[in-house]
């Protein structure tokens, strides 16, 4: 069972108590290599590498999401490491990043709107990845997808609750964000184990039958 917005942003309150501080360097960190690092060699070195640099640091975001469902598993506290663990198995997650990339680009080329439900649509792969270490590209995008079947207006409107956060974030020239992209990042690694825990259900019951 799905467990409502207002939960899931409990959980992941009660996720990161005492482990905000943590949360909020990995974030920095995350943000300042993502976008300074790219910004500096697009200055330094030449027109177009920034893209380049963004692209081979795909394995950084991945590591980044799946920081929140590993601490909201084992109840840890944050690491800068944890930064690194998408490098561990690079080819894997980059490549399979890629065709996210490529699938939702061909959707938004086509209609905005149905790229923006397919991009719904891929959003398990990164957790997928984490979960299943011998599933890779269209196996993780396709699982993903089955996953989300039925849930995308639910993560839709899970993310639709953080709204009026972004916008006070705003107001405080984007510090803010330090707090909230790990509270929505949390929310989201909850969100992810019940689509998960729904999906494995139906399949049991289907291999019973």
């Known amino acids: 069972m799905i467990r409502s917005a207002s939960q899931m942003r409990a959980a ?82 980059l490549l399979t990043f890629l065709l996210v990339g490529v699938y939702t680009l061909l959707w938004m080329l086509l209609f905005v709107i149905p790229g923006i439900i397919k991009s719904y649509s891929y959003s398990m792969t990164a957790y997928i990845l984490k979960d299943n270490p011998d ?36 107001l405080t020239c984007g510090i803010g964000f330090l707090w909230l992209s790990p509270y929505m990042s949390s929310a989201m690694a909850n969100f992810y184990e019940d689509v998960k825990a729904e999906f494995e259900e139906k399949n049991n019951r289907v291999q019973e039958i």
């Open 12 to 93: 992941a309150r009660a996720a990161l108590s005492g482990k905000w501080g943590g949360a909020v360097l990995l974030t920095l960190i995350y943000m300042l290599v993502m976008g300074a690092v790219p910004v500096a060699a697009g200055y330094y070195l030449f027109n177009g590498s920034d893209s380049i640099l963004q692209f081979l640091l795909l394995p950084l975001s991945y590591s980044f999401v799946v920081a929140f469902l590993e601490n909201g598993r084992n109840g840890n506290e944050y690491k800068v490491n944890q930064l690194l663990e998408g490098f561990y198995d690079y080819k894997r997650i």
């Open 135 to 170: 599933l890779k590209y269209n196996g993780a995008i396709e699982r993903s997808m089955a996953m989300m079947k039925g849930h995308k207006f639910d993560l839709f409107y899970l993310q639709l609750t953080f709204i009026g956060w972004g916008l006070l974030c705003l």
